[in-house]
């Protein structure tokens, strides 16, 4: 598939949009509780710098990433929290110029990655462009949640195609995270852009098929959504079973969401 080839512009993009929903919240707004159990919209953003504050390192200090890294302990959920706690005790305005200034380091550490070359990142190496749509992917999820917290409709663009390709690369991360073995086989995907492109990964004599609209599929990879609210197709058993475990992201897949829990949003 063809995408548009500057995934940094896009990721600047996404993290524009995020800021746009953040940027006038007063305390009572901050404070929202956000669909994930335990995180306010504070959190939301904390967790985000704290992302991007490791990306920016690892693509622009790849020794200090790897220092730092290396005392990481190995529970995923006690790092997650270490790592926003730093950001989360700031005044709010403080936290929101955080995150712009830890944002726009990693873009521009990224877009300085050269062609070809991997940065270190949490699991293995990746090419710049990976980890920068892996970026995309946690705006996406963490900017849902905010969205929801908020009562906000957000528009989609074919940005998504750069989430789109990330989960299709890391398609067996929902088996492992449940220490299930990963199938011997390749799935089909037919993912419809926002635009109306249609996205093609995987053979075409498949004989196990996901097809739908991007949109849903970020939010099925990104667990903001539960399958049976979203208009996605699994042809073949294995594929269905995908449906029921994809994510695209590593560490435990958590709860995700509720048949019908955003069934009937309120606007803002």
Request: hydrophobic share 45%.
């Given at each position: 598939?063809?995408?548009?080839?500057?995934?940094?512009?896009?990721?600047t993009a996404d993290g524009d949009e995020i800021d746009q929903l953040v940027a006038n919240l007063d305390?009572?707004?901050?404070?929202?509780?956000?669909?994930?159990?335990?995180?306010?919209?504070?959190?939301?953003?904390?967790?985000?710098?704290?992302?991007?504050?490791?990306?920016?390192?690892?693509?622009?200090?790849?020794?200090?990433?790897r220092a730092v890294t290396s005392r990481m302990s190995g529970d995923f959920d006690a790092n997650v929290?270490?790592?926003?706690?730093?950001?989360?005790?700031?005044?709010?305005?403080?936290?929101?110029?955080?995150?712009?200034?830890?944002?726009?380091?990693?873009?521009?550490?990224?877009?300085?990655?050269?062609?070809?070359?991997?940065?270190?990142?949490?699991?293995?190496?990746?090419?710049?462009?990976?980890?920068?749509?892996?970026?995309?992917?946690?705006?996406?999820?963490?900017?849902?949640d905010i969205a929801d917290a908020l009562g906000v409709e957000r528009t989609r663009t074919d940005r998504?195609?750069?989430?789109?390709?990330?989960?299709?690369?890391?398609?067996?991360?929902?088996?492992?995270?449940?220490?299930?073995?990963?199938?011997?086989?390749?799935?089909?995907?037919?993912?419809?852009?926002?635009?109306?492109?249609?996205?093609?990964?995987?053979?075409?004599?498949?004989?196990?098929?996901?097809?739908?609209?991007?949109?849903?599929?970020?939010?099925?990879?990104?667990?903001?959504?539960?399958?049976?609210?979203?208009?996605?197709?699994?042809?073949?058993?294995?594929?269905?079973?995908?449906?029921?475990?994809?994510?695209?992201?590593?560490?435990?897949?958590?709860?995700?969401?509720?048949?019908?829990?955003?069934?009937?949003?309120?606007?803002?």
């Amino acid at each position: 598939m063809t995408q548009v080839p500057d995934v940094i512009s896009d990721l600047t993009a996404d993290g524009d949009e995020i800021d746009q929903l953040v940027a006038n919240l007063d305390d009572a707004e901050w404070a929202l509780e956000t669909p994930a159990v335990g995180w306010t919209i504070a959190h939301q953003i904390a967790h985000l710098a704290a992302t991007f504050r490791l990306a920016g390192m690892a693509a622009g200090q790849p020794e200090t990433f790897r220092a730092v890294t290396s005392r990481m302990s190995g529970d995923f959920d006690a790092n997650v929290n270490a790592a926003l706690a730093e950001f989360l005790a700031e005044p709010k305005p403080v936290l929101l110029s955080r995150f712009r200034a830890e944002r726009a380091t990693a873009e521009k550490a990224l877009a300085a990655v050269p062609a070809g070359e991997v940065v270190p990142w949490l699991v293995r190496p990746l090419p710049g462009p990976v980890l920068a749509a892996a970026g995309m992917m946690e705006l996406f999820g963490h900017g849902q949640d905010i969205a929801d917290a908020l009562g906000v409709e957000r528009t989609r663009t074919d940005r998504l195609g750069h989430l789109v390709g990330f989960a299709v690369r890391t398609w067996d991360f929902g088996y492992q995270a449940r220490g299930i073995a990963t199938p011997e086989l390749e799935l089909r995907f037919e993912i419809t852009s926002p635009s109306g492109t249609l996205w093609e990964f995987g053979p075409a004599d498949s004989t196990q098929r996901i097809s739908g609209p991007a949109a849903d599929f970020c939010l099925l990879v990104t667990r903001r959504r539960h399958r049976d609210d979203l208009a996605l197709t699994a042809v073949g058993a294995e594929a269905d079973r995908w449906l029921d475990i994809a994510q695209a992201y590593r560490g435990p897949a958590g709860p995700g969401r509720t048949p019908g829990q955003f069934a009937s949003p309120g606007p803002r």
